[in-house]
């Protein structure tokens, strides 16, 4: 009995690699039919500077750096249907990057700026013409902000770190030259907000995005990570259990794109209004000031080193924004920022199915109508010999 179910597996086993090798099929790319496309990509807000990255579209295995150049661009701005300008080109910028067999290319853009500011409610319509392509254009409306009413906060510990970043130039405030003498805390300090956030439209479909941008360093911008906690109004975005991430060795971060932004839809909207319910860590900052002769009675001075060391507490800026449709889809669906810096910039080759709001083109022109709060972190309660658990 055993021999003969022995067979019977070997008979099958051996049918189904023969019907798998008739699934092999050949298929025929005619790239030499390939018509290249202006490419558009850039993000609008009100009451600053449109910047407007060109390029052109390549094939997939087309590597070369000036592959996407093109010659004589033209940018023409129109608002609420009047030609207002010609955009001038403003720079080039190089970017390198990975497309999606993995291999390394560089591409440059052309970076156009307007001097105009469009406004709320404005229609802004951008065609770009260049030799032997056809004119592209996309035209988009800048909606109303969003309004931030109300931000609660509360501190809460746990013994593991909440968010587990994967990001190696995620930032440490601490020098080890300079804590030597000091005590970590046992356990992580952790902020949870709630902000109350009203919309006002008479109809649902809005989409939207959220930062907080701390003050650590004035020459250089820093973004938190955000936790979701259980709020059922990220699903669409980065999301966690904080129960599960408590038990386990907090939320693990590998493969997401969007750390620092959370998104989100008007959906769970009541009569315009919603709480939302995050997160946040890593919050304090800490100063150490040298060459100090005396101790000035506070933060933690060090005479043998003749220091002084401050735990500090900088505000928070939250930025809550609506976004176009067209840009909460290519966030969602291709996991970059498509922003106004160089590397936002994602080159677009063919063939690829791709999503693009410009006509007779490629490309996302998307926009952002942000709301900005303050929120104030709260001093740090510990020891002056004692410092925020961070690693």
């Known amino acids: 009995m055993k021999n003969s179910s022995n067979r019977y597996m070997a008979m099958l086993l051996v049918g189904i690699w023969v019907s798998l090798q008739s699934c092999v099929k050949e298929i025929q790319l005619d790239l030499a039919d390939h018509t290249p496309k202006i490419v558009m990509n850039g993000i609008i807000s009100p009451d600053s500077l449109i910047e407007i990255g060109i390029t052109r579209s390549f094939l997939f295995n087309n590597y070369a750096s000036d592959n996407n150049l093109l010659g004589n661009t033209s940018l023409t701005l129109f608002i609420n249907g009047q030609k207002r300008e010609k955009m001038q ?122 930062r907080l941008k701390t003050m650590f360093r004035p020459e250089k911008e820093s973004y938190l990570y955000l936790y979701s906690n259980d709020d059922p109004i990220f699903q669409e975005s980065y999301h966690n259990s904080i129960l599960e991430d408590i038990i386990n060795d907090g939320a693990s971060t590998r493969g997401v794109k969007h750390l620092d932004r959370l998104f989100f839809s008007d959906k769970r909207f009541s009569n315009n209004r919603y709480r939302l319910d995050f997160s946040i860590s890593d919050y304090y900052d800490m100063q150490t000031t040298t060459n100090v002769g005396s101790d000035p009675g506070e933060g933690v001075y060090d005479p043998l080193l003749s220091t002084v060391t401050k735990i500090l507490n900088p505000p928070v800026e939250a930025e809550l924004a609506v976004i176009s449709p067209e840009l909460y889809s290519y966030f969602r669906m291709k996991n970059h920022d498509l922003n106004s810096e160089p590397q936002g910039f994602v080159m677009f080759s063919e063939p690829e199915p791709t999503l693009s709001n410009v006509h007779n083109g490629i490309g996302i022109v998307g926009v952002l109508s942000p709301t900005k709060s303050m929120i104030d972190i709260p001093s740090y309660p510990g020891s002056r010999e004692r410092i925020p658990k961070w690693k």
Do not use: Q
């Open 89 to 210: 080109m403003a720079r080039m910028d190089t970017i390198t990057h990975r497309d999606r067999f993995d291999i390394d290319y560089t591409a440059r853009i052309s970076i156009f700026r307007s001097t105009v500011r469009p406004k709320i409610g404005d229609r802004i319509r951008i065609e770009a013409s260049a030799d032997g392509f056809d004119t592209a254009w996309s035209e988009i409306t800048i909606p109303s902000p969003p309004v931030i009413h109300r931000i609660d906060t509360a501190t809460f510990v746990s013994l593991k770190k909440i968010i587990n970043p994967v990001n190696k130039d995620f930032y440490y405030p601490y020098d080890s030259r300079y804590i030597s003498n000091l005590k970590t805390e046992e356990f992580y300090r952790n902020l949870r907000i709630r902000m109350e956030v009203t919309y006002d439209s008479p109809a649902k479909g809005h989409y939207f995005s959220l």
